[in-house]
């Protein structure tokens, strides 16, 4: 019986180490198949790395993703001379909107991937390359500056507070700082789609248009200060009398924010999924909102409020109601009740007023 009993031992630790050094082998195989798989996505990486750096930008290329044509002649000119067509194409989409033939909602999904494309550009670039207070660079090419011009020309009664705007258009470059804040701040969110309806089919926050305008007052992409903001947060457009935004909760903000700071009557709904296809958003119901919005700490919305103020002020809707005091203050620049009185005395008199008969009225 001890014999056969230890045969059988012989042969299992014979087993045993031919089987302890195929696992060896194998693990040895192992080792050296995910060597090269790591090797080989290691490269993979490179590859896509050098990619994406093909495909970004230089400075002044950057810049002129944000510069329109016909904004300052020699900074587009510099731009462009160093921006290949592709780029180019991006640029202009959204300012060729209206002359394209296709449909609205493929007009609109256009311009949504323009302006995310150039954001996600800004985002990617270094800082050596990312313009340096981009916003007072691009102040010109804003309709709520050159509507500022315009009313700051035709105050004549001095009006206006011209001082403290003109200031705070020296100072535009607190926008950059506050957004930059309000990134650093904000957490990470699934875009969500609104859509905004203004009184009276108005578009006070001056969203680049798509299409019909129920009041012809086009804004091109990145031509007012409203859009630029807006685009560090998502993507927006305005089309007859309504506007969408498709972003981060941080703008819905914002645009509520502005549109209370000047009395505007406005209202805000979730933007249903088959408003805008082939553009990935999600539509959310109030509770969702509500909790999206507790995820925003008290800081936050305090700078998000802080720069719809600032906005606020500097709108095309604030310049226009000077306009409209300017217009009043023309059309009353006399005393009426003095007026009145004369024009009594005259009467009384038996004159016409302002006449250079003195012949009694009979």
Known sequence: M????????VKSNDLQDSSASINHKDKLNSRVKANNNQHDSNLQQENSAQAGMATRLDKAALLALFVLPNADGSLTETSSANINTANHTLINQSLSISASDSSIATQRVALYRAQHE???QLYLASAAIRPTYLVHTLKRQFAEYQQYLLAQQLDKRGLMDTDAIERLWQQLHVVDDIIEDIVRHMPAQQPAGWQLTIQDGHNPLCFATVGKLKHNKPIFDQGSLNSYVLGHFGVSSFTYDRGYYIGHVVGYLFSCYFCAHL?????????GQDVVSDYDYASLETPHMVRLLQGLDGYCKKRIYQLAVICARLSVFASDKRIERMLIAEVNDFDKKLQQQHLDVLLLQGLMPDSNDSTPLL
């Open 263 to 271: 009395s505007i009557t406005y209202g805000v709904t979730a933007l």
């Open 2 to 9: 001890t014999e056969p009993t230890a045969k059988p031992s």
């Open 118 to 120: 150039r954001t996600q």
